[in-house]
């Protein structure tokens, strides 16, 4: 069983829709959690990040993290053609030798059609 | 202002050749990473280096080596490819250990294939 598990999609939906993104994870020990946004052909780049459990509000995008449920979400309201890209979700916490492993999802594709 | 940089943007090998891939990044951060990323399995951590000198094998080190001889560049070696190293390769960079609020920031990636 992976440590993050995340659903590939791909998921469609029309522009204006709310766009609900999802990962589960097994690692209690994880303590930041965070999202990144991936355009065709580009490294990942930091979306948002929670520290702990609670929401986290930025523009369009909502990040929540239930600690209890080992399940994190990001939510996108008013979804746009340029919101189209993979979402991948990524987790912090566990040390190894000093490091603090950061785990990813296989990341949601995502295309938001006009 | 270019962040990170990795070179080249494609290549194309044959079985059993070596070849190097570069990373560099102009924002001073000490930790530096490589990953791989193919479909359905996310980013994996090769290997990683937390400064100058240092590198530690991440989760699929086998058949990669690394060095960090200057802060700004870290090197990904593969000795003998393989076809099962056909990936696109993702240098990162992070000013410590990439917790939420210590982002890594990525380069654009590598696209190798193995024949």
């Known amino acids: 069983q992976k440590e993050v598990e995340q659903d590939p999609g791909p998921l469609s939906v029309p522009e204006g829709a709310i766009v609900s993104l999802n990962c589960t994870y097994s690692?209690?020990?994880?303590?930041?959690f965070m999202w990144y946004r991936q355009y065709s052909r580009k490294g990942p780049e930091l979306l948002m990040y929670?520290?702990?459990?609670g929401n986290k509000e930025d523009g369009r995008f909502t990040a929540q993290v239930d600690k209890s449920s080992k399940y994190i979400s990001l939510f996108i309201r008013d979804s746009q053609p340029s919101d189209s890209a993979t979402y991948l979700c990524?987790?912090?916490?566990?040390?190894?030798?000093?490091?603090?492993?950061?785990?990813f999802g296989a990341g949601t594709r995502l295309a938001v059609h006009p | 202002n270019a962040g990170v940089t990795q070179t080249p943007k494609f290549r194309v090998l044959k079985t059993g050749q070596s070849m190097t891939l570069l990373c560099a990044q102009d924002?001073?951060?000490?930790?530096m990473y490589w990953y791989r990323q193919d479909p359905g399995m996310g980013l994996r951590l090769i290997h990683y280096?937390?400064?100058?000198?240092?590198?530690a094998k991440g989760e699929v080190p086998d058949g990669y080596n690394v060095s960090r001889l200057k802060k700004q560049n870290f090197l990904l070696g593969l000795e003998s490819a393989a076809p099962s190293q056909t990936s696109v390769y993702f240098c990162?960079?992070?000013?410590?250990?990439?917790?939420?609020?210590?982002?890594?920031?990525f380069g654009d990636g590598t696209r190798l294939s193995i024949l």
């Open positions: 990162a960079s992070s000013y410590l250990t990439g917790g939420g609020n210590q982002p890594q920031h």
């Open positions: 690692n209690s020990a994880f303590q930041y």
């Open positions: 929670t520290y702990s459990s």
């Open positions: 990524a987790m912090s916490g566990v040390t190894s030798g000093g490091y603090n492993k950061l785990i």
């Open positions: 924002m001073n951060h000490e930790y």
């Open positions: 280096s937390v400064g100058e000198g240092t590198t």
